[in-house]
């Protein structure tokens, strides 16, 4: 035991020195100072392997742009080098692509189309999304027998109601004009409704509780919760249907067969010009402005598809996750 202190003397204090603090690697530190740790060496059969799955991607990416490159081609050979078969024109003729709107009315084509598309495409997005909202958050008697006869509709071949719609078109007085192109899309379509609904029922519930506590109408749940949250799939349903209304030919053969050339969409008036030019039918075989009309058209789609690709791919990845 240390003896105890007696008055008037003072005890020696003694002090331990801090140890020297190791240094801290700074979190905000510069990425360039990083090094990043390589991978495991490859052995010689992952070699072999890394390099044929290469192979095989070019080989299968070739396959599906040639056909774009060799309609690039054809747009700018002359009549006589169209079905040459050569990636690089032996003649260069860059005047088809003013020629071709002189020998079709391929902008009011292309005017029709975007204008059939839009409205489809528009239409058929909110008119599904109400529908599959209500089957993701109402609860009524009959709800599941209803949503399966909804999907029990996408098992009907659609020759089976083309004749009854022709006829209700053909009453109502629209055969000839562009309504029966996108009027139908009013009521919706099974596919579509099954795809959002899907992607409503991954959003979490307790905020459209928490909204019915608070007194939100279900319109107001609809589009202040669920659209915002939703995006993603309204942008894949509309980039779906829009492709669908653009690439449609047979709608357009029953409806605008009979009218005017000028009221012709995209892919008719394409299919018209392949007649026009034939020389079965009198034609002199210009079929380069066929192949430079067929090159302007997929323009829209590429950029439709370059501004939406996030959207598209985010909304692939969701649609079929249930929460």
Known sequence: ????????????????????????????????????????????????GEAVRWVLLLGCSALFLYPFAWLLAASFKPRGEVFDNRLIPQTWQPENYVQVFDELPLVAWLGNSLLIAVLAAALVTVSSSLVAFGFAYFRFPGRKVLFGVVLATMMLPGAVTLVPQFLIWNQLGFVGTHVPLWGANLFGSAFYIFLQRQFFLSLPKELFEAARIDGLSAWGQFWRIAFPLSVPSFVIVFLFEFQASWNNLQGALIYLNAGSPEAYTVPLGIASAMTKYSPTSGGHGDYQYVMVAALIVTLPMLILFAFGQRSFIEGLATSGRKG
Do not use: F, K, N
């Not at 140890?19 to 360039?32: G, H, I, N």
């Open 1 to 48: 035991m240390s003896s105890p202190v007696q008055p008037g003397q003072i005890q020696e204090a003694h002090v331990v020195a801090p140890e020297p603090a190791e240094p801290v690697e700074r979190a905000d530190a510069s990425p360039r100072r990083r090094r990043r740790r390589p991978g495991p060496a490859l052995s010689p059969l992952g070699r072999v």
